[in-house]
């Protein structure tokens, strides 16, 4: 929540690209106001007593934070390569109606992709976790498919972006006299490249045992410790929590919010103090989209 008021009141991070960094907060704040107040209530009963229907939607619901955070990072990994390896034609690829599309395209194959689960019936209560989720033994055909289309694709995704990145600024580094904004520009692409790592982290070994017990469900789905399951599923869906952090530690635009926000909660009348000083910066000094991309632009012509 604290990434969308920053990037929607802060002028320095409000350019068009981070509209995915904001669709990626709002994929992981969904999770935390339905399913997981649901799962508490599971935990202190024991037991699942809220029905099925809620225990369905729970399950929509966490499929669709979770998916759309991955179509989210991936969205952001190809933004991120669009605007540092083709920098030429950023700003017509990622003009303001083509970046809304690829938004909405976003999410519509995001919700395209939960709707399997209501056909297979892979949508349970599972007791381990006191949460209705993703089934791994429903359908072992199907298993992999999420596996594959959800965790391994977009991961070669954004691992070509960044590697394709990364190997750009190896390629320029020292020809290029550095600057402010290439600073910040790649000071945000280290960001965002720390965000997929930890995504990377935290999701494999979940998605590795759904993939092993889809291979062979009768084998290895009884013999799987209830402790590793456990432990892989909280620390995939504690990833959703890392992000922010993150954006703390890494960004000092965000960092610099963060303080803001703290002194605020303390001393309120600071949140509008504050307020007043942005809007007056906001008036000498706008941050123009475009403007980002004239480093970019050496950074190509010293590549020719």
């Known amino acids: 929540l604290n990434i969308i008021w920053i990037i929607g009141k802060n002028k320095k991070v409000k350019y068009i690209g981070n509209i995915f960094v ?18 508490l209530v599971a935990v202190f009963h024991n037991g699942w007593t809220m029905g099925s229907l809620h225990c369905q939607l729970s399950g929509f619901v966490m499929g669709l934070s979770v998916i759309g955070s991955v179509f989210n990072i991936t969205a952001i990994a190809i933004n991120r390569y669009c605007y540092i390896c083709h920098s030429l034609r950023y700003d017509r690829l990622y003009s303001r109606r083509n970046t809304c599309l690829y938004l909405l395209l976003t999410w519509m194959l995001t919700a395209l992709a939960i709707v399997p689960n209501f056909l297979v019936g892979s949508l349970k209560y ?59 520009d790649l000071r945000n692409f280290l960001t965002m490249f720390v965000v997929f790592v930890l995504f990377a982290v935290c999701w494999a070994p979940l998605n590795f045992i759904g993939l092993a017990v889809a291979v062979n469900p009768a084998t290895v789905a009884p013999n799987v410790p209830e402790w590793l399951f456990v432990t892989s599923y909280f620390m995939a869906y504690f990833n959703s929590c890392l992000n922010a952090v993150v954006y703390g530690l890494l960004n000092q635009n965000f960092r610099q919010e963060y303080k803001q926000i703290l002194r605020a909660l303390c001393t309120p009348r600071a949140l509008f103090t504050e307020s007043s000083r942005y809007n007056t910066e906001a008036i000498k000094s706008k941050h123009s989209p475009a403007g980002t991309n004239n480093n970019q632009i050496k950074v190509n012509s010293a590549l020719h």
């Open 126 to 184: 599972d007791p381990r976790v006191f949460s209705c989720t993703f089934t791994q033994t429903a359908s072992s055909s199907y298993t992999i498919c999420v596996v594959l289309i959800h965790f391994l694709v977009p991961l070669g995704v954004v691992s070509f972006c960044y590697l394709r990145i990364w190997t750009l600024v190896i390629r320029v580094k020292g020809r290029v006299r550095p600057n402010p904004k290439r600073v910040a």
């Open 22 to 39: 904001v669709s990626l907060s709002v994929a992981d704040l969904v999770v935390a106001l339905y399913p997981y107040p649901l799962a």
